[in-house]
Antibody, heavy 118, light 111 residues
Framework: EVQLVESGGGLVQPGGSLRLSCAASGLTLSHYEMNWVRQRPGRGLEWVAY????????YYSNSVKGRFTISRDNANNLLFLQLNNLRVEDTATYYC???????????WGQGTLVNVSS | QSALTQPASVSGSLGQSITISCTGT?????????VSWYQHHPGKVPKLIIY???SRPSGVPDRFSASKSGNTASLTISELQAEDEADYYC???????????FGTGTQVTVL
């Protein structure tokens, strides 16, 4: 069974940092493009970041560009999102999502909650 | 990149059909056949129900169908069931340096 499991969320002060992880099982991560998507409280889904299967091509949403960094460790089937200079408005549940091509997200993790508050 | 526009809420009775619209621009919905739809029950994991405008992943009931005309995509749920009550989001490829955009989301209520 294909499974994605996020971890690393928590409470952090504005300006702080967190590193989110997404562990993949039941698949070979190196075969897939991967994304992070978030949902702020009471708001809709928002795409955050993309990495190609090799990690050579990366994109970010304008709202996180320059503050967040997506990376991957294909040897260990892991995806990461480094969150720096966090703002209150970054408070959200962060999901990792697998992309089998075609600009769609066919498998999602259960999400990890990031709470930015003083 | 601006979110695609969806109605905030749509409701329908058991057994009826409803349609949710998703309006973008020629740089996203209108320009590419990469519109997807997701069903999201609060507290659960989002689920892909439509991709490439009209295709259904295996296991998704054929009560869910979709189409596109110009800059607007549409999701139709036929024979509405209680378990269809959820939030629905469209998504599209968008040309530019941030290539993905979601819709604003639609809450579906089954009466």
């Amino acid at each position: 069974e294909v499974q994605l499991v996020e971890s690393g969320g928590g409470l952090v002060q504005p300006g702080g940092s967190l590193r989110l992880s997404c562990a993949a099982s039941g698949l070979t991560l190196s075969h897939y493009e991967m994304n992070w998507v978030r949902q702020r409280p009471g708001r809709g889904l928002e795409w955050v970041a993309y990495t190609s299967s090799t990690g050579r091509t990366i994109y970010y949403s304008n709202s996180v560009k320059g503050r967040f960094t997506i990376s991957r460790d294909n040897a260990n089937n892991l995806l990461f999102l480094q969150l720096n200079n966090l703002r209150v408005e970054d408070t959200a549940t962060y999901y990792c999502a697998k992309e089998p091509g075609g600009y769609r997200f066919d498998t999602w993790g259960q999400g990890t909650l990031v709470n930015v508050s003083s | 990149q601006s979110a695609l526009t969806q109605p905030a809420s749509v409701s329908g009775s058991l057994g009826q059909s409803i349609t949710i619209s998703c309006t973008g621009t020629s740089n996203d919905v209108g320009g590419y056949n990469y519109v997807s739809w997701y069903q999201h029950h609060p507290g659960k994991v989002p689920k892909l129900i439509i991709y490439s405008v009209t295709s259904r992943p295996s296991g998704v009931p054929d009560r869910f169908s979709a189409s596109k005309s110009g800059n607007t995509a549409s999701l139709t749920i036929s024979e509405l069931q209680a378990e269809d009550e959820a939030d629905y989001y469209c998504s599209s490829y968008v040309s530019g340096s941030s290539p993905y955009v979601f819709g604003t989301g639609t809450q579906v209520t089954v009466l």
